[in-house]
């Protein structure tokens, strides 16, 4: 088939190519580099002419954090609706939408609201679509695999609130096998939560970081919540992993119910035991 996948360069779409170009699909790859620039395509006229003979549609771009030019507005909410609604009138088979674990109706976060927003825009569209909510997504190349491996090495690491929000790390492999289940599945039109098999605290999963690469467990310093906003809101410009909202999305944990990604995958998606060990 041929696939119009946008956010191609990004670590999710980079794992996604290979997956889709090993199965014989023709992946038509979207990033600025080759003038996919999401805040200059805001309406579907900027679309229409890249989509000709285009059988799918994954979307997969996204900012954790905003800059004058890249806003989660134009990001996560124009851009994209822009292309459901040029794809539908292209009559492409199916559109699927990579949001995020969160965006719901009790989101706040603008990351969430603006994403939520794209994916209530095609869950309206008369089109076959998927809009795929994964938690942190883990493995090779991931920019958050990268900093949490990085905090892991300190002997004493500090946490808010002790680092007790649970979280449902999920492997890269179980996400790009679930997208590549969406191009042909009987079931069409449904919202998935993309989470690992099981919950797992956050200072957990730090320790579990450690250990397999071979340190004793780390101390943990409780940090208040408060303290870690204003830590944050300082730091923001050096670690872009560190924004306000970041923090107040992990103090609201990301995890979900298994079951029904489980059904729709056909198999339990990897515990982070064993999936941590893969990387
Ligand atoms: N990774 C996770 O843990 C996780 C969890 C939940 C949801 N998600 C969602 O999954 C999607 C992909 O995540 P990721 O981890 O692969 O992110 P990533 O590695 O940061 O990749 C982001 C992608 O967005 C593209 N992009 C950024 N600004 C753009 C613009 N102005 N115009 C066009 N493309 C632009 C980048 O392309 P260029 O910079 O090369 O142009 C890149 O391909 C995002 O929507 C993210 O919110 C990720």
């Known amino acids: 088939m041929k696939i119009l996948l946008t956010g191609a360069s990004g670590f999710i779409g980079r794992h996604l190519t290979r997956k889709l170009q090993s199965k014989g699909h023709t992946v038509i790859a979207c990033s600025r580099k080759n003038g996919f620039d999401y805040t200059r395509m805001l309406s579907k006229k900027d679309w229409m002419p890249h989509l000709n003979h285009v059988d799918i549609i994954i979307n ?38 990579i949001s995020a674990l969160g965006a719901d109706d009790h989101s706040s976060a603008p990351y969430h609201i603006t994403k939520k927003s794209a994916d209530d825009i095609l869950r309206s569209l008369p089109v076959n679509w998927f809009v795929l909510r994964p938690s942190l997504v883990y493995g090779r190349g991931g920019k958050s695999t990268a900093f949490f491996k990085h905090l892991a090495r300190f002997p004493v690491i500090p946490l808010m609130e002790g680092g007790l929000q649970p979280v449902q790390p999920v492997h890269i492999n179980d996400l790009t096998d679930c997208i590549m289940h969406c191009l042909v599945s009987a079931d069409t039109n449904i919202t998935i939560d993309v989470v690992g098999a099981h919950a797992i605290l956050f200072k957990d999963w730090l320790q579990l970081i450690r250990t397999s690469e071979n340190h004793s467990k780390a101390r943990i310093v409780s940090i208040p919540f408060k303290f870690c906003l204003v830590t944050a809101w300082l730091v923001k410009h050096f670690i872009p992993l560190m924004q306000t909202d970041n923090i107040r999305m992990l103090r609201r944990g990301n995890y979900s119910d298994v079951k029904p990604f489980a059904k729709f995958l056909g198999r339990m998606p990897m515990d982070i035991y064993t999936g941590w060990r893969k990387l």
Not at 62 to 69: C, H, V
């Open 60 to 97: 997969c771009v996204g900012i954790i954090y905003e800059t004058r030019e890249q806003t989660f507005n134009s990001l996560h909410y124009q851009a994209p609706s822009a292309l459901f609604r040029a794809g539908t009138d292209a009559n492409v088979k199916r559109i699927i939408q």
